[in-house]
């Protein structure tokens, strides 16, 4: 493991955790917002962040696993929260039998306290690493005196060869709201989704694993006490209105985002929970 600083925006410094791990496998991830911004295995980058992304602490990366908390989507404070915003604390990093673990931490402060969600918390993510595994949990504690509520995602942008022969399974039967149509409530029919446009469903209460293939490979996203999941890809008409994301790179990426966001989750004050994904490589396309 190492640490890298540099200089971004406005002279801010900039530090990325680099995380080497068993069988070639590794991973980084900036303190700016706690993003994942690589995940190798396999040999390959599994990650998608665009080339127009900003990794200067400017704004929100454009790739990688942004944290959405404690708002997902617009709302009263700005778009996804302010967690994928802030300058998380590296607490710890330390090699164990399988690969290497690595704790962040993210506390309210001044400003947090004066936004529109001004509860005190403290968020542990734990970032763990192995050959062929990528595991991503927020340990979430409310340290208010008074009860709070929030939505939280992981926005994981999975790079893939190509969107035209990407499939995802584990989805079939799952009520979802699709916000390209208003927020209109359907049901998901196809054991394998494929997409061929612009896409951003919220699949609500999804039961199980769900399954991202292509090319012969394909990762498995296991939730733990995630409910939902989100799956976006901004094609091209919503690719050319963003600057931090290139016209031509919508058929290399798939998000398929794990949280809780079609409800909430609440603390009282003294609780805790823990949330998050187990990103699995498979070099062969299982289809569960
Ligand atoms: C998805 C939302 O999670 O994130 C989409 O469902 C949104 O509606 C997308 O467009 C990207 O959001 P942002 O704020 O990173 O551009």
Redo the contacts with the bound molecule.
């Keep these: 493991m190492s640490v890298q600083k540099f200089f971004g925006a406005d002279g801010v410094s900039v530090e990325r955790v680099v995380i080497n791990g068993p069988q070639g496998s590794s991973a980084e991830v900036y303190l700016y917002g706690a993003t994942v911004t690589s995940w190798k295995c396999g040999g390959k980058e599994r990650l998608f962040v665009s080339r127009q992304a900003k990794l200067d602490g400017s704004k929100?990366v454009?790739g990688g696993i942004?944290l959405?908390f404690p708002q997902?989507?617009p709302g009263a404070l700005p778009?996804?929260g302010f967690a994928r915003t802030r300058q998380w604390t590296l607490l710890s990093a330390e090699e164990h039998g399988q690969g290497v673990v690595v704790n962040l931490q993210l506390k309210d402060n001044e400003d947090t306290r004066a936004s529109k969600w001004p509860f005190k918390f403290d968020l542990l993510y734990t970032i763990d690493l192995t050959a062929t595994t990528l595991s991503t949990i927020i340990k979430y504690e409310n340290v208010d005196s008074q009860a709070f509520s929030f939505t939280s995602?992981m926005?994981t942008y999975l790079r893939v060869p190509d969107i035209a022969r990407t499939t995802v399974a584990g989805l079939k039967g799952v009520p979802y709201l699709d916000?390209i149509k208003g927020g209109e409530g359907l049901v998901e029919e196809r054991d394998l989704v494929t997409v061929d446009a612009n896409e951003?469903r919220?699949y609500i209460d999804v039961p199980g694993a769900v399954e991202v293939a292509c090319g012969g490979e394909s990762v498995g996203i296991r939730r733990f006490n995630f409910k939902d999941i989100?799956l976006?890809n901004?094609w091209a008409e919503?690719a050319a209105e963003?600057s931090d994301f290139a016209d031509d790179e919508y058929p290399q990426m798939i998000?398929v985002?794990a949280g809780t966001v079609a409800s909430q989750i609440s603390l009282k004050p003294g609780q805790t929970i823990s949330c998050g994904q187990i990103l699995t490589f498979n070099s062969s396309a299982s289809h569960i």
Excluded: A, N
């Design positions: 929100p454009r942004p959405v997902f989507g778009q996804h995602l926005h916000k951003d919220v989100v976006w901004p919503k963003m998000c985002e």
